[in-house]
Antibody, heavy 114, light 110 residues
Framework: QVQLQESGPGLVKPSETLSLTCSVSGGSISSDNWSWIRQPPGKGLEWIGYLYYTGNTNFNPSLKSRVTISVATSKNQFSLQLTSVTAADTAVYYC????????WGQGTLVTVSS | QSALTQPASVSGSPGQSITISCTGTSSDIGAYNYVSWYQHHPGKAPKLMIRSVSIRPSGVSDRFSGSKSSNTASLTISGLQAEDEADYYCSSYTSNSTVLFGGGTKLTVL
């Protein structure tokens, strides 16, 4: 049974870079596709982007200029970086398996504030 | 890209059936059978209830069913139970190789 766990700072200052890591257990990161989703407080789910098993990526057009998703195969982890954050980036961030998500991590709250 | 359209809220009494709609376009729901439905209890991880329009993952109750007609997908919950009270989200793959979510529907079990 594949399980996902997000980790990273819970507080990021405005204009800085948000960095999160997703650790995958129970399966190989090399054989599947992986995504990041977020949910701002009181709002719905928003797709951020996905990492295809070939290494290709695709992102939400509204975030594309600020987002990077990368993989650390030896650690069975994949990561999210979001640059130049503002208060609007405050959200619970989820890592998930598959392009249209199937398995979800528990989520981690990231607050953007000085 | 615009979010898929869901009703903000639906309600039903225990034992009844309810249906939640999810409307998109010919570039997303109408183009592919990659529509999923998620149940989300606040503070917990969303749970996949339906994938590929109508396939129930192992362990999901058969009270949950999905369908699609043209650009609209639907989730039906039969025999409503108190534990079904949650937020429900649809999602779809799109012709731009992106993923769209619906705005979410709050289900209240009366």
């Amino acid at each position: 049974q594949v399980q996902l766990q997000e980790s990273g700072p819970g507080l990021v200052k405005p204009s800085e870079t948000l960095s999160l890591t997703c650790s995958v257990s129970g399966g190989s990161i090399s054989s599947d596709n992986w995504s990041w989703i977020r949910q701002p407080p009181g709002k719905g789910l928003e797709w951020i982007g996905y990492l295809y098993y070939t290494g290709n990526t695709n992102f939400n057009p509204s975030l594309k200029s600020r987002v990077t998703i990368s993989v650390a195969t030896s650690k069975n982890q994949f990561s999210l970086q979001l640059t130049s954050v503002t208060a609007a980036d405050t959200a619970v961030y989820y890592c998930t398996r598959d392009i249209v998500p199937t398995i979800w991590g528990q989520g981690t709250l990231v607050t953007v504030s000085s | 890209q615009s979010a898929l359209t869901q009703p903000a809220s639906v309600s039903g009494s225990p034992g009844q059936s309810i249906t939640i709609s999810c409307t998109g376009t010919s570039s997303d729901i109408g183009a592919y059978n990659y529509v999923s439905w998620y149940q989300h209890h606040p503070g917990k991880a969303p749970k996949l209830m339906i994938r590929s329009v109508s396939i129930r993952p192992s362990g999901v109750s058969d009270r949950f069913s999905g369908s699609k007609s043209s650009n609209t997908a639907s989730l039906t919950i039969s025999g409503l139970q108190a534990e079904d009270e949650a937020d429900y989200y649809c999602s779809s793959y799109t012709s731009n190789s992106t993923v769209l979510f619906g705005g979410g529907t709050k289900l209240t079990v009366l």
